[in-house]
């Protein structure tokens, strides 16, 4: 078999593998869409979806089931996209949406929000009912998503002026993550009971907050990033090989890692405020597509999309068929599913000199 027959079987193979993985999230988004604790019986399920049968029914598809499942599927892909980019950017396997300290800086965004000026004692006081009157879901997440954009342009920008290296990178998004989660314990020793109490829950990452208009955020955001990241696998694959060779291709490394970097991060944020913590999507599925699909960008990339988008509707899948009424935390699910596959990257032998 030649060289040309080899790179055209190996295509197929991959685009087979895409158009599988397509199928399996369609089929299990659908799956989760039947899942929960009303008891409806899957007739009762197509009858909702085509808008006859019982108000409540109705209601419980089209306003609860349908935008947490939508959800689930663009913010996996997002979290999965940010680590597959990092990684590539960082030259370090071990990189993920938080690796900037995003979530950190979300997570003190909305402690603020909640705990100073609406859960908390410098507004409510100690008060249930005037918290339920003065908290704004859409203010937590503008405060989170505005914390998660100065501290990435805090990294940044700390980075071009001193050396724009991958090290440098990940130690100033360590130590600015550490920063922010000082502020966010200094905010919690101080809030009074109703205020702690909302801010632990907000940072339990939680689908059944999202509606129709954050999936649409989430979605024009995520699209956007795809689509560059798309437009720029060649570049990628190019990096893979170092900065030396991706330079002597015409391609300029610090903008890239730059421009990458920042826009990857920006999803991560646009997700977090709204969805809260969703940890260990960006570091599994970019893994798993890279053992799979090998490292070529043009396929990696919609392949971590998607694998992404699989993980967290089976994790939202998993949560509501184990809360008994009330669905667990997605996030805890994830970090479940995902600290057993950390620990077996750290550990295994080809990444173990790296680390």
Known sequence: MNTVSKVQKTYRKKTAALILLFIAVVVLSFVCLFMGSSHMTFKDCIAALAKEGTAANVRIIWNIRIPRVL???????????????????????????????????????ANLSIIVFAGGYLSTGNNLSSYAAGANP????????LFSVVSILLILGLCRVRSFSPGVVVLAGMATGSVWNAGTTLLQFYATDVGLSAAVIWNFGDLGRATYRTDLI???????GMIFFRLMSWKYNALLSGDAAAQSMGIHVDRLRFASMLLASVITAVCVSFLGIIGFV???CPHV???????DHRFSIPMSALSGSLLLVLADTVSRSMGKGSALPVGAITTLLGAPFFAAIIFSGKERGRC
């Open 138 to 145: 859409y203010a937590t997440s503008l405060m989170a998503f």
């Open 71 to 109: 959800a689930a599927l663009i913010a996996g892909a997002g979290l999965s996209l940010s680590g597959l980019i990092m990684q590539t950017c960082l030259n370090n396997p071990m990189a993920s949406p938080s690796t900037l300290g995003v979530s950190n800086a979300a997570v003190f965004g």
């Open 289 to 295: 597509v890279k053992k799979l699909a090998g490292q």
């Open 218 to 224: 989430m979605f024009v955001v995520v699209v956007t």
């Open 282 to 284: 960006g570091i599994i």
